[in-house]
């Protein structure tokens, strides 16, 4: 499956890792060039290798450009399994917190719900810091 990927790039542009990074390796393409290699038993995992396969919040945007519909996601969760069936939970981590964020509604109901709890209300972040009469020192700034 991996060798049907004809590397168009059209995963760049959709992949907010890879927006964030600018690394290759960190693209969904790079990172199914990575994992054919091993696979193939050409590389074996090294923690830069584990850092290129944690680093995917699987937001699925790479998927629905993919002009072959590679199943992306799913190659990248089953090799994860693979290397840490123990751990399993904390790569759905990652997807989570996408969705969670991605979602204003239950982002923004977490948000009341902290501003019920929190020590601080919330319009102390939007007061100044200083108070609005301090005198200037005559000095204009330019």
Not at 35 to 51: A, M, R, V
Not at 53 to 64: D, F, L
Not at 87 to 116: D, E, H, P, T
Request: aromatic letters at 10%; charged letters at 20%; proline letters at 7%.
């Amino acid at each position: 499956m991996l060798k049907n990927c004809v590397k168009c790039g059209r995963c760049l542009s959709v992949c907010p890792i890879y927006k964030i990074s600018g690394h290759e390796r960190l693209s969904p393409r790079g990172k199914l060039n990575l994992i054919e290699l091993y696979q193939e038993g050409i590389l074996h995992p090294s923690p830069l290798f584990i850092e290129t396969i944690s680093a995917c919040i699987s937001c699925g945007q790479c998927e629905k450009r993919c002009v072959l519909n590679l199943p992306i996601k799913e190659i990248i969760h089953q090799l994860r399994e693979k290397l840490w069936p123990h751990q399993k939970i904390q790569f759905y981590r990652a997807w989570l917190i996408s969705n969670i964020l991605a979602s204003r509604g239950i982002l923004w109901r977490l948000l009341a719900m902290f501003k019920q709890f929190s020590p601080l209300p919330f319009s102390f972040a939007q007061k100044p810091f200083l108070p609005q009469n301090i005198k200037s020192s005559g000095k204009k700034t330019v």
